[in-house]
């Protein structure tokens, strides 16, 4: 069954108009991930974070996007044709690519990494490495916190077999019966749900020695099978389709309907299986067998999995292996103002997160809350941090007499249970909440305060990039813009009301793209407008920064302007079906993706429109996804300095020749030849913006 999610059925285009299958695509920004953890330039623990990143992104890949291409090899072959491309084929060259990248993976730990942490005293020990003083600590360790939760079990062909958690780690036991010498196995869970996952050892001379859980029950397992010769262990985990399969059309109770499926998603069927690729034939063969595995789910992978967590890998205090800090920067004209309305009323504010503080956000909502003269405030909901003072300012607006209107989308992959649980509270706080529209997600990021003042009732609006998340706002690339400008405002109001009444907007959105509202027509039609200046021998362009672009129609639509000669520049983080440089189709295309210390997450939209350029941000992608089955408000920049700052930045990125990879036809994801002065776009970026505030503040 296909979700609204999924409906993005990605097709391999045709011989006039090509494209890049879009998780083939998605596993080239994954390894663009990868190459940042073996660029030795990147401090080293940084490098160890981008390992984590690289493992966590392909987690989940497994548990959605390959689980979907499973589902799909069971439809009618019917049913198949329609969608245009073969799942199976498709499938088959993801676990190659996979298997490929996991290879480099491990050498990129094991000979590059694991070394160059030797280097500065850091020491990653097994079982075998342990001095006396060491052993008996591991021994204790793991009496006193370790094993009640480690549960061995012996594996014996033809009985019932236990259930693997998703994503636990096991350790595979091979043994020798002492009395008959037959082989037996076995299956031992490490702990590294209830513990962390490295564990510091007793050290002499300044060295810092660490022993990973895995080992630690490793070193242990002879006293848990006391009549069996240990052969070896190999680790195995096993990953679980996350997807929901929820039908939302208009039937039913979709917040049951979503709580019930939470709890399935963990039993659900094999995404993944993977192993140590030490591990014999015979013992593999036993375990496909045992838990009824298909060749399609095996994954080989290095002796440790779930490295997702190495982002909690100690750092000793060594801030020298990581990133020289850029701290936020306070955003003077709303931080250091004593009247935080009136310097909103007074001009449009950009903002740049993670250069800028987020206080100014939060400030938002927590001076709306306590002010009198404020009697509304309405904010989207898609992710928010598990602790944030956004929602609880929300509540005390409450309190204080407000009238408060929370939509909450409740379908946001893998953050369902906690706006389910924060949907909950804000009700009980007396919060208004509205939640998921049938067939369809929220994903606008915007927020407005209404307050009466001595002119009449003044509306303050708040329009992103990004999610009201005061964790994420620190790594995460993202554009704000706060205005009183009555025709955004205007409409954002009456996309407020859409959202709360569930009742369609009679009048059009004239300044905001709005998805679900025309948003797809607008947009081919700011990109027809180019065609025909380029056709007319007027001056011409597309600028677009993006997560992904995917959707097949306004690929097509890139490709007829690329054969106009409209010159297209591309940023684009993750997804990218483009393919670029074909003469006579994509030949004015040029693509670049950045891979730095903070995720890239803005979409910002450029049109040359004859020199009168028009701009545009945006929570949304050129994903079927975000132009059919989103809700979306992408909306238009009109203060002329804004525009100003916003030309500078994608200039920066556009200049980047220290972590920008160039896509081409190729999918080689080779850096970008450093010609002249090297520029790290995110670090100038955030000096740009510091000199800007030391600027504003002479003047």
């Known amino acids: ?159 019932i077999r236990p259930f693997l958690n998703n994503a636990s780690l096991y350790l595979m036991v091979h043994m020798e019966d002492k009395e008959d010498h037959g082989t037996q196995y076995a299956i031992v869970k490490v702990p590294s749900d209830h513990l962390p996952r490295f564990i510091q050892l007793p050290s002499l001379n300044g060295r810092r020695e660490i022993i990973m859980l895995d ?98 890998f100690p750092d000793f205090g060594l801030t020298q292996l990581k990133n020289k800090p850029l701290p936020p920067l306070s955003f003077k004209p709303l931080q250091a103002t004593t009247d935080f309305f009136a310097a909103l009323r007074s001009k449009d504010h950009f903002l740049a997160f993670p250069y800028h503080s987020y206080q100014s956000v939060i400030d938002f909502f927590e001076k709306a809350a306590q002010d009198p003269l404020v009697t509304t405030i309405k904010i989207t909901q898609y992710r928010v941090a598990k602790q944030s003072r956004i929602m609880n300012a929300l509540m005390e607006a409450v309190e204080q007499g407000k009238k408060v209107f929370v939509f909450i989308e409740a379908k946001a992959r893998f953050d369902e249970e906690a706006n389910l649980n924060w949907g909950e509270r804000l009700s009980a706080a007396g919060v208004k909440v509205a939640w998921s529209l049938p067939g369809v997600k929220v994903h606008s990021k915007m927020a407005q305060v209404v307050r009466q003042e001595e002119g009449g009732a003044q509306t303050y609006t708040y329009l992103s990039t990004g999610n009201f998340h005061e964790e994420t706002a620190k790594i995460y690339c993202d554009f704000s813009i706060f205005t009183t400008d009555k025709r955004l405002s205007e409409e954002v109001s009456r996309l407020f009301h859409f959202l709360e009444t569930g009742i369609p907007p009679a009048q059009k959105f004239e300044h905001l793209l709005v998805g679900q509202f025309k948003m797809r027509e607008k947009i081919e039609q700011l990109i027809d407008r180019e065609i025909e200046n380029a056709r007319a ?53 040029q693509i670049i993706s950045i891979v730095d210390r903070y995720l890239e997450h803005a979409r910002v939209l450029m049109f040359h429109n004859c020199g009168q350029e028009e701009i545009y941000l945006a929570s949304a992608d050129l994903m079927t996804r975000n132009l059919s089955w989103r809700v979306e408000a992408v909306f238009p920049v009109y203060d002329d300095a804004i525009k100003k700052q916003i030309r500078h930045v994608i200039s920066l990125q556009w200049s980047d020749n220290t972590k920008a990879r160039i896509i081409d036809q190729d999918n080689l994801n080779s850096y970008r030849p450093t010609e002249g002065k090297p520029v790290q776009s995110q670090v100038e970026t955030y000096r740009y913006f510091k000199e800007e505030l030391k600027s504003a503040k002479k003047t």
């Open 215 to 312: 080992d630690i029950v490793r070193h242990s397992v002879s006293d848990m099978f006391p009549g069996y010769d240990i052969q070896d262990t190999y680790s195995i985990k096993l990953t679980r389709d996350a997807e929901l399969y929820i039908d939302d059309e208009y039937s039913g109770d979709l917040l049951t309907k979503i709580r019930d499926s939470l709890t399935k998603r963990h039993v659900g069927p094999p995404s993944r299986f993977v192993y140590d690729r030490e591990m014999p034939l015979e013992l593999l063969d036993f375990l496909v067998e045992s838990f009824q595995l298909k060749k399609t789910d095996l994954l080989v992978e290095g002796r440790y999995h779930n490295n997702f967590d190495f982002f909690k």
């Open 537 to 589: 021998g007027k001056a011409s362009g597309i600028a677009l920064k993006l997560n992904g672009i995917q959707d097949e129609r306004m690929i097509v639509k890139l490709y007829q302007a690329s054969q106009a000669g409209v010159p297209i520049r591309l940023i684009i983080r993750g997804i990218c079906s483009v393919v670029p440089g074909i003469p006579g189709v994509s030949d004015n295309i």
């Open 1 to 159: 069954m296909l979700t609204a999610e999924d409906r993005d059925i990605p097709s391999e285009g045709d011989e006039n108009y090509p494209l890049l299958h879009r998780d083939i695509s998605w596993l080239s920004f994954n390894y663009r991930v990868l190459q940042e953890a073996k660029d030795p330039t990147v401090p080293l623990l940084e490098r160890l974070k981008f390992l984590a990143i690289y493992s966590s992104n392909l987690d989940e890949f497994f548990r959605v996007r390959v689980a979907n291409h499973r589902n799909l090899m069971r439809v009618s072959k019917k049913t198949r044709e329609v969608f245009a491309y073969n799942p199976k084929a498709i499938l088959k060259q993801i676990l190659s690519i996979v298997n490929e990248q996991q290879q480099e993976f491990s050498e990129i730990f094991e000979k590059q990494i694991v070394p160059e942490l030797g280097k500065h005293r850091i020491f990653l020990k097994r079982r075998l490495q342990l001095g006396e003083k060491q052993r008996k600590f591991v021994e204790q360790y793991f009496d006193e916190y370790m094993l009640p939760f480690v549960q061995p079990v012996l594996l014996l062909k033809g009985k």
